[in-house]
């Protein structure tokens, strides 16, 4: 059964920072065939795509809302994504999801989430 288990979500204060990590786990093929995605939703809002990536930490995409801010970055050997935040705000209050997708096709799969909040 595929798991995704997010960590590292807090209270922080408007420009700190932050690392998420997801770990997957129960996938069918390796971890390095799966794209791998970090979503946020915030309160009342629609969940929206934050960042992703492919098979190396060279293929990389940023939503222009956090491009400069957030790094999104892989382990394939643990089998890891993570987030660095950086120089964070308010407005990046949400709880944030990480996806993987097969390469081939197929339905993604979903973390639980964890809460991140912004404030001071």
């Known amino acids: 059964q595929v798991q995704l288990v997010e960590s590292g979500g807090g209270l922080v204060q408007p420009g700190g920072s932050l690392r998420l990590s997801c770990v997957a786990s129960g996938f069918t093929s390796t971890f390095s065939n799966y794209v791998l995605s970090w979503y946020r939703q915030a309160a009342g809002k629609e969940r929206e795509l934050v960042a992703h990536i492919g098979f190396t930490n060279d293929a990389t995409n940023y939503e222009d809302f956090v491009k400069g801010r957030f790094t999104i970055f892989r382990d394939n050997a643990k089998n890891t994504v993570y987030l660095q935040m950086d120089k964070l705000a308010p407005e990046d209050t949400a709880v944030y999801y990480c996806?993987?997708?097969?390469?081939?096709?197929?339905?993604?799969?979903w973390g639980q989430g964890t809460q991140v909040i912004v404030s001071s």
């Open positions: 996806n993987a997708a097969f390469f081939a096709g197929g339905a993604p799969a």
